[in-house]
Every structure is written in C-alpha cells, then in structure tokens.
C-alpha cells in the first residue's frame, strides 16, 4: 500500500478535519511508515507449474501474450 493510498483512506474514512488540522509532512511521514510495514509483511505468491502450464495453453503463440497471461494470473494472485 503507497502513502498517497493511506492519506486517501483516512480521508474517505471522514478523517478529513483532522488531517487538515494536522501538519501535512508529519502525515506523509505517518502514512510512509505504515506504506513501508505493509511492504515488508507481503509475501509474493508465485506461480505452480501447472499455473504457468496454464497460462501456456491459454495465450496464442506470441511471447507477449504468454507474458501478459502471466502478469494477470500474478496479479490475480498477489492482490
């Protein structure tokens, strides 16, 4: 999750007062901080064998469409 992602959260949480009534850096560097926990707990999740097997038969035979075959299944699966 980015900074800007958790400043907009609080806002559409109604904290829009108190943000304003707060410094703007000291949020940022708030917001930073939870972006860079947040980062450090993921865990990437790959792909199986079978799942890239998968994604093989799937797209036609163009090297980018295997790649964006790819992509979206990595996508799927980290968010």
């Known amino acids: 999750m980015r900074q800007d992602e958790i400043i907009e959260m609080a806002v559409q949480a109604g904290m829009a007062e108190e943000i304003a009534a707060f410094n703007i850096p000291i949020i940022e560097a708030f917001a930073k ?3 860079a ?5 993921r865990t990437w999740v790959g792909l199986t064998v079978e799942e890239i097997a ?3 038969r799937e797209s036609t035979t163009t090297q980018l469409s295997f790649y ?3 992509e979206a299944k990595l996508k799927e ?3």
């Not at 926990?37 to 707990?41: D, G, I, M, R």
């Open 54 to 56: 998968a994604c093989c």
């Open 77 to 79: 699966k980290n968010t």
């Open 33 to 35: 901080l939870v972006a």
């Open 68 to 70: 964006n075959a790819i």
């Open 37 to 41: 926990k947040a980062l450090a707990q």
